[in-house]
Every structure is written in structure tokens, then in C-alpha cells.
């Protein structure tokens, strides 16, 4: 399967797919389209379903897994399979695999909203498609974005998907599918391909470069993802991210979330998932709070730990971005836990970072915090963090990152960190 926003680039390189590996291509778009050219006039049923297509909603479910079956039945002796555009949402990856089967691969091309709006209006110009329209595109990139990601976080915990950095050119992209392909499909080949890939160099500067550098990195974890050289069968990886206001701290989180496939928790976020839990932790804190009273620091531990022991049991990994705050913390997670597998420190100076904290704040909310108390946050952390990371770096389990960078210059130096262990 193959999966990535409307004008990812996933009609192209499925084409790609079949013509290189002689699989069957199936293309969910197009096999609604032909069925509304030819029924739209003289069937009531798909006449309601090409407006709705045209206004840049999804077809019915039923509809569509009907048509893939109908389509898969007329191909029993096919050396393969390669779906594209399908599943859009987790309803129709369930009934999917409820009626059909469970994919042995899902390739999520992720693509910036810009390239897909840019390459949409080109695409309109050319070719003319009913749901190429300002408005359909608007919609339907509304609703990849609300689906998309509870999809690619469903096939994460299957195991079953590999994310593509899809903004550069269709043969650089379609070298990784390939590469990814390969080492699924032939396994007796990953001792020779880890052996040529880990030949690469590896480089840090701008431009070309760099974007090769990024899908390298891409293609190395999912590499070992799919391939089983990863050392998350031995142990579940906790990173503890640190950074101060203003470092882009969150933004990278994400980031990893999305592309390196790491569950991304905040004490924050595990809070308010146990008071809506219901549980009777969950009501003890919500009583403690109505009180106006503070929760004690063990709780809030405790949380974490459970999420630990948790992700271990799934294998797992996570990035805690808000964790720890100060040493005590540090020393009393070891005592329960353990040591995380890695630090990554987002360096940033003060300037920067007070600078980056006007400018998102005039841009969120139309003004802004005084610069000073801006900078008095900035200086605080930077204070605050020093015996946190000495203790890290006293146990070389410490990674310094350049966090005055662009965001994907700094998740590429965060890519080469993940590599190390």
C-alpha cells in the first residue's frame, strides 16, 4: 500500500512499483473515477458519490472496498499487489484487512502542505481532474491532515509502514522505495546492503546535500526497521530531549514521532490522559487539583513509569520532551527505571531563543511578552540545565545538538544521533 497527501507523488511511483517488481497497480482513485464517468448519468448511486468526491470528501467506505475487492478477484495470479491511495482513514484500513487481507507493507510519503498545493494547481492545469478544483483541494487536504496521522500511528504499532521524505525529486525517492522493497522482499540480501549503505558518507551542510543526507537518514532507520537489525528488540529506546524555550524542542519531537516512529510523551499529556481516563488514579489527582492543592512530584513519576514499563512490553521507543526538569528528578527516574538510552540537548543561545519565542507569540496570538522576560526565561533554563547536563555527560550517554540551524538541519543531526545506538 501506498499512502501520502494528494499529490504526494503516489500514482507516480506506484507505477514505478509495478513496472519494476511486475506487480498488479491498483489505483483506488482511478477506479472510482471510471465507475463515475460511466454510471454518474444513469445511476443515482454514483451520481451522489461523484459530488461528493468533486467537493473533496471521501467516497462511501463500503463502496470503495467493494471496488478493491471486485478489482483484487480479477488478478488472482498476480506476483504482487501495490494499492495506491488506499486506506484514507483507519475505518477503511480495518475493513480492509477484515474482508481482504493485512498488508505486508505500507509506504507513507510524507510531503510539506506547500509541494502538495503547489504540485495540485500544476496538476489542474495539465490534466483538468474534477477534484483538482480550489476548493476540493482545500477540503481534501483538510481531511488527509485529520486522518492521516492516527493511520500512520496505527500501522506504526503493526510494524508494517516505512515514512519517505517525498518533497525532493521522484527518482530520489523512488532509489529509497526501492531500497526498502528489496530489503523486504529478499531478506538474504541485508548483511550485503548494510554493508554498502554504511559506506555513505554523511555531511551536515546545506543545500543538496543536505536533503540527501536527510532521505539517507530516513533510509537507514527504516532500513533497520524492516530489516530486523534494529536494537529495539533488545531494548526499547527512551530519549530525553532537552531544550529551552524558543530551541524548537517540541517541533523536532514531532518530527521523530512522525518519521522515526517513537511515541512522543509529556508529563503534561500523560496527565491529562489519566484524569480522562476515569481511573481511580485519575480521580484521586482531579480531587487534589479541585482542592487548589499541589500534586506530589512521585505522582507524575509514577506516570512516566508506567508509559516506560508500557512501550517496553510493545518494544517501543519514546522521546520525552519535558523530562527531566532538574537532577533530583534525573537520579530518582534511574532508580526506578533505569538510565535513558540517550540525551539530546537542543544548544541555543539566549538571543535566539528570545527572538524565536516574539516571533511565534506575535504570530499565535497577535502580541507578544517583553523582551526582557522573555530573555530572563531563556537565561533561567540555561542556568537551570547545567547539572543536569553534566550528570549526562558524565555518563557519555549526552548528545549536543546545533539547535540554531534550520528545523530539518537540526532533525538530521538528530538522525545521525539515533544511528549511534
Known amino acids: 500500500m501506498c499512502l501520502g497527501g494528494p499529490g504526494s507523488g503516489k500514482g507516480t511511483q506506484c507505477m514505478k512499483i509495478a513496472e519494476r517488481y ?53 488478478i488472482p495470479d498476480a506476483n504482487g499487489i501495490v494499492i495506491d491511495g488506499f486506506p484514507r482513514d483507519i475505518g477503511q484500513a480495518l475493513s480492509f484487512e477484515d474482508q481482504i487481507c ?8 510524507a510531503c510539506t502542505n506547500h509541494r502538495l498545493k503547489e504540485r495540485l494547481h500544476k496538476r489542474a492545469e495539465q490534466q483538468g481532474r474534477p477534484d483538482d478544483n480550489p476548493k476540493a483541494i482545500d477540503r481534501r487536504l483538510t481531511n488527509f491532515k485529520q486522518n492521516t496521522i492516527p493511520l500512520v500511528k496505527y500501522f506504526q504499532e503493526r510494524e508494517l509502514i516505512v515514512t519517505l521524505d517525498a518533497d525532493r525529486d521522484e527518482e530520489e525517492v523512488f532509489c529509497d522505495i526501492s531500497m526498502t522493497l528489496d530489503n523486504k522482499l529478499f531478506p538474504s540480501k541485508k548483511a ?9 558518507p554523511l555531511s551536515l551542510d546545506t543545500g543538496e546535500k543536505h536533503d540527501t543526507t536527510l532521505a539517507y537518514c530516513y533510509q537507514i532507520l527504516n532500513f533497520f526497521h524492516l530489516t530486523g537489525y534494529s536494537t529495539e528488540q533488545k531494548k526499547s529506546k527512551i530519549i530525553f530531549m532537552i531544550g529551552g524555550p524558543g530551541s524548537g524542542k517540541s517541533l523536532q519531537c514531532e518530527q521523530m514521532e512522525e518519521r522515526l516512529g517513537l511515541q512522543h510523551v509529556t508529563l503534561a499529556g500523560l496527565l491529562c490522559a489519566e484524569l480522562q481516563s476515569h481511573s481511580n488514579q485519575g480521580h484521586l489527582i482531579q480531587d487534589i487539583l479541585e482542592r487548589g492543592e499541589q500534586l506530589l512530584q512521585g505522582t507524575l513519576l509514577e506516570l512516566l513509569c508506567d508509559v516506560v514499563e508500557s512501550s517496553s512490553k510493545q518494544g517501543k521507543g519514546l522521546v520525552v520532551s519535558d523530562f527531566p526538569t532538574d537532577l533530583r528528578w534525573a537520579k530518582e527516574f534511574e532508580s526506578k527505571v533505569g538510565e535513558p538510552s540517550a540525551v539530546i540537548v537542543l544548544r541555543c543561545s539566549v538571543d535566539t531563543m528570545s527572538r524565536r519565542l516574539q516571533v511565534q507569540r506575535r504570530s499565535t496570538f497577535g502580541w507578544s511578552d517583553s523582551d526582557r522576560l522573555l530573555h530572563t526565561r531563556a537565561e533561567s533554563f540555561c542556568s537551570d540545565s547545567q547539572a543536569l547536563v553534566s550528570h549526562y555527560e558524565n555518563k557519555s550517554i549526552l548528545h549536543m545538538i546545533d539547535a540554531e540551524r534550520s528545523p530539518d538541519e537540526v532533525f538530521s543531526q538528530i538522525c545521525q544521533v539515533m544511528e549511534t545506538f
Do not use: C, Y
Open 22 to 74: 511486475k506487480f498488479h497497480h491498483v489505483s483506488v482513485g482511478e477506479l472510482l473515477r471510471k465507475k463515475m464517468i460511466h454510471n454518474a448519468t444513469s445511476n443515482r448511486k454514483w451520481s451522489l458519490i461523484a459530488k461528493i468526491i468533486t467537493n473533496g470528501e471521501l467516497a462511501p467506505q463500503e463502496t470503495t472496498i467493494t471496488e478493491i475487492k471486485q478489482k483484487i478477484m480479477k
Open 192 to 200: 550485503e546492503a548494510v554493508s554498502s549503505m554504511l559506506k555513505i
Open 102 to 109: 493485512t498488508p505486508d507493507l505500507v509506504v507513507f510519503l
